[in-house]
């Protein structure tokens, strides 16, 4: 069974969080860490944020629920759209 485990550890760099997941290959684990920053660049905010502003453009406030709420990408993004 393929476990990924993320967790936020006071002694790495602001913003980077451990990936580990356990089992990844043929019994193989795989260890890294991700920042803030490469996220960001990974992730297709814009195609996610975009196809929902054009949907509903009446729409005076948009609830973001989960973790990805709280991404100051998203937050600027949803700005931006009703300024």
């Not at 602001?14 to 920042?35: R, W, Y």
């Not at 453009?57 to 973790?67: L, M, W």
Request: charged content about 20%.
């Amino acid at each position: 069974m393929t476990q990924m485990i993320m967790t936020h550890n006071d002694n790495v760099q602001k913003d980077t969080v451990a990936v580990q997941i356990e089992s990844l290959f043929e019994g193989m684990d795989f260890q890294t860490s991700i920042n803030r920053g490469r996220v960001e660049a990974l992730a297709p905010y814009k195609q996610v944020t975009d196809p929902i502003f054009s949907k509903y453009p009446e729409a005076d406030r948009i609830i973001v629920v989960g973790g990805g709420g709280k991404s100051p990408k998203v937050q600027v993004l949803t700005l931006l759209y009703w300024c």
